[in-house]
């Protein structure tokens, strides 16, 4: 009874070793669309930013008349663009304009200018058109600042902000310090806010098609949920580590035998 005893115990480790054991194929980046990974290529592609309510603009006016961008932009222009380019400053109200749930912008001397819902060339355009009729300017320069993305799970929480004006997946996980070994690549979710409402959007980032993708950009706002691999308790993540669990697990059962039996 013995031998048949310390078998079972060596092909229930072995069992447990060989479905638990983390392959190259669940971890890598830009795998090719097969064996279970899925292919994006009939899904949206990338569409500029629509602004929404709460967003926040950085404008700046040009103008050879010196009045009229002290009018718009006040003193220290530059000084001003540095700080709404970080997003970071305390004072960020007194030189940026939010949306407002009308959808407008309160703009000095042309009132409210409806925004939502354009991209920022559109922004650009409309700005430029609203201030003609009252002063002559060259050009107008629309910026979204204080925009983040968060990402949450997997031992990677954290808020971060947006280094430029598109950050694609794979830079934002970069910049969280990469998906962490056990972090389940395959089921990766990411909460959007859209015209429609809030929406989950689940997504393989193991697939190379994942660049051609409504996934491949993140918008202001993006929360990416992480979730562990379900092999995360058992998983093991090279040869000698699974040989040494299944060592482990023999020993146990020897020991466990010629206490009971």
């Known amino acids: 009874m013995r031998k048949p005893f310390i078998q079972l115990l060596f092909i229930i480790a072995l069992t447990l070793q060989l479905t638990s054991c983390i392959t190259t194929h669940q971890i890598n980046y830009l795998q090719p669309a097969k064996n279970f990974i899925p292919a994006y290529r009939d899904t949206v592609f990338y569409r500029d930013y ?11 006016v040009y103008s050879m008349d ?17 700080m ?19 959808g407008s912008i309160q703009f000095p001397l042309v009132g409210e200018v409806k925004l939502m819902g ?7 355009e409309i700005l430029e058109e ?24 997997a031992g990677k929480s954290g808020r971060f902000p947006f280094p430029r004006e598109k950050v694609n997946v794979y830079q934002a996980l970069a910049l969280a310090g990469d998906l962490g070994f056990y972090a389940d690549r395959s089921k990766v979710k990411i909460l959007r806010v859209t015209g429609k409402g809030n929406e989950i959007k689940t ?13 491949y950009y993140l918008e202001p706002d993006d929360v990416i949920f992480l979730q562990p691999m379900n092999q995360q308790f058992f998983g093991v993540s090279s040869f000698w580590t699974a ?5 482990t697990s ?6 466990v035998y010629k206490s009971f039996f």
């Open 84 to 102: 709404a380019g970080s997003g970071s400053n305390d004072n960020l109200d007194l030189i940026t304009y939010v949306i407002q749930a009308n």
């Open 130 to 153: 609203a201030i003609k009729p009252i002063l002559k300017v060259n050009s107008v320069d629309v910026r979204m600042v204080s925009r983040s993305f968060s990402i949450i799970g």
């Open 50 to 60: 629509r602004l929404k309510e709460g967003d926040r603009l950085f404008v700046q």
């Open 203 to 215: 997504f393989d980032i193991r697939s190379k098609d994942i660049i051609n993708s409504e996934f």
């Open 243 to 247: 040989v040494s669990t299944i060592v």
């Open 66 to 82: 010196e009045k009229t961008n002290v009018l718009f932009n006040g003193a220290g222009n530059s000084s001003a663009q540095m």
């Open 250 to 255: 023999y020993s146990f059962g020897v020991i």
């Open 118 to 124: 354009k991209t920022i060339r559109e922004a650009k």
